[in-house]
């Protein structure tokens, strides 16, 4: 994690603000939240073509707001986006793509990060917090059928059309552990990305996003996949809607905390940003994710464990609650066991009236899951990841081992 109260207090009282400085424009000390109205805000994220494009639906949104105001945005490489051959399941590590932008923001140097909700873990560094959740339009999975592929002369739909042995590509510990259950016939493995190629394609200065890699795997014709499973919402936002063959939703396969919601986190001081947020938070989004996060945070302890949700909010009346908010909030959680051989699924259904009560109920969904027999699969998955970084520290892992859905080095997704 990050040092970042040591951080903050630095930046907030002896650091000079960065952009200031770069501009020769006179030193002032930077505090976060005496900004004069004349200053750009500076939205940041991944350098990925799927976070650009992210960034830029939060840039629309906020010029549509604020049509006074001049923003500017900043793209960086992170170290989930540097380290292509680290396996993220076996680390336990969830921050890789987000550490090096909470530093820039707690610096000053920028003042609104935009990711996806899905890559935030729970627990934010001391001093950054999520200012906004943004509508969420797809937050299911989706399957994706390599390009003229038949069996039988029939073309693929869904999962049930495909042959036992055909060969799911995926790199989510938690979309193979609930796939395998439904489908035990299907191979599931991971779609390593091709450290080579990227590397080539980097040389030649060839821009390529990760999405668009992995659909080039599955197109290949002497590639093993027959189809890939991947976020709609990615899909979605890069254009390539078109591909979806169609949607696996629950109970078939609940989907990650926050998928398919764009999050943007803020210095936790930085009254002004909040303010702007406050304009692009969708609130029915906000209250479900929240719940969603509380029940992660609860069960996972700082590792990434195939945990599902499915979350609903119906009939708001009008005029209850804080700010005149309220509704019927509907969780399931879902924790499997990698081989899939063991599944807890439990859900509550609440009126909430607060984010509050909403991150209770999520909170609450997640102590019925480790009841319910939760704890023993966690524990399983905790040894289970511990035995496979034990291998991996030795060797790059078996064939074997690889299949197996987690243990690849060159995982790059968990969730
Ligand atoms: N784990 C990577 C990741 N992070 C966010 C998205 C897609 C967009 C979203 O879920 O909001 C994806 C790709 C995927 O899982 O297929």
């Known amino acids: 994690m990050l040092t970042a109260t040591t951080t903050v207090s630095a930046s907030a009282s002896t650091l000079l603000c960065r952009r200031c400085r770069k501009k020769k424009k006179r030193k002032k000390p930077f505090t976060g939240h005496v900004r004069t109205e004349t200053v750009r805000i500076v939205l940041a994220s991944r350098a990925s073509q799927l976070a650009k494009i992210q960034t830029h ?17 900043s793209f960086m490489s992170t170290q989930g986006d540097k380290d292509l051959s680290q396996a993220l399941y076996l680390l336990g590590g969830k921050s890789l793509w987000t550490k090096e932008l909470e530093i820039a923001l707690l610096a000053g140097e920028v003042d609104m990060l935009v990711h996806s909700l899905k890559d935030v873990p729970t627990a934010l560094p001391e001093g950054c917090a999520l200012g906004a959740i943004l509508e969420r339009e797809h937050g299911e999975d989706s399957l994706v059928v390599k390009k003229g592929y038949s069996v039988d002369g029939r073309v693929v739909r869904s999962l049930d059309d495909l042959p036992a042995g055909a060969v799911i590509g995926t790199s989510s510990v938690r979309r193979v552990a609930q796939l395998k259950r439904r489908y035990p016939d299907l191979v599931f493995k991971d779609v390593v990305r091709q450290t080579k190629k990227i590397m080539r ?22 590639g093993p996949y027959a189809a890939l499973i991947l976020a709609k919402a990615g899909l979605s936002r890069l254009g390539l809607g078109d591909r979806v063959a169609s949607d696996v939703v629950a109970p078939t396969l609940l989907h990650a905390v926050g998928q398919g919601a764009l ?10 940003a909040r303010r702007l947020c406050d304009a692009l938070t969708h609130w029915q989004t906000s209250w479900r994710c929240l719940a969603e996060r509380a029940c ?41 066991a990698v081989d899939g051989r063991r599944h807890v699924e439990q859900e509550i259904v609440r009126e909430v009236s607060s984010p509050e009560q909403a991150e209770e109920l999520g909170t609450l969904v997640a102590k019925a899951l480790v009841e319910a027999g939760g704890r023993e699969i ?9 035995r496979r970084a034990a291998v991996v520290g030795r060797a790059s892992g078996t064939e074997e081992q690889k299949n197996s859905g987690v243990a690849a080095v060159g995982e790059t997704a968990v969730i």
């Not at 943007?264 to 001081?269: D, G, K, S, Y």
């Open 57 to 73: 639906i939060v840039l629309d949104a906020l010029k549509a707001a604020f049509p006074d105001r001049q923003f500017d945005t």
């Open 201 to 222: 394609n980097f040389l030649r200065r060839k821009k390529r996003g990760n999405l668009q890699t992995r659909l080039n795997k599955l197109d290949d014709p002497d």
């Open 296 to 336: 992660l945070r609860v069960l996972e302890g700082g590792c990434s464990v195939p945990v599902g949700v499915h979350s609903e909010l119906a009939h708001a009346p009008e005029r209850r609650g804080d700010a005149g908010r309220a509704g019927r909030l509907r969780l399931v959680g879902s924790i499997t």
């Open 378 to 386: 966690l524990q399983e998955v905790a040894k289970d990841r511990e």
């Open 263 to 272: 999050a943007v986190e803020i210095r936790a001081e930085d009254a002004e």
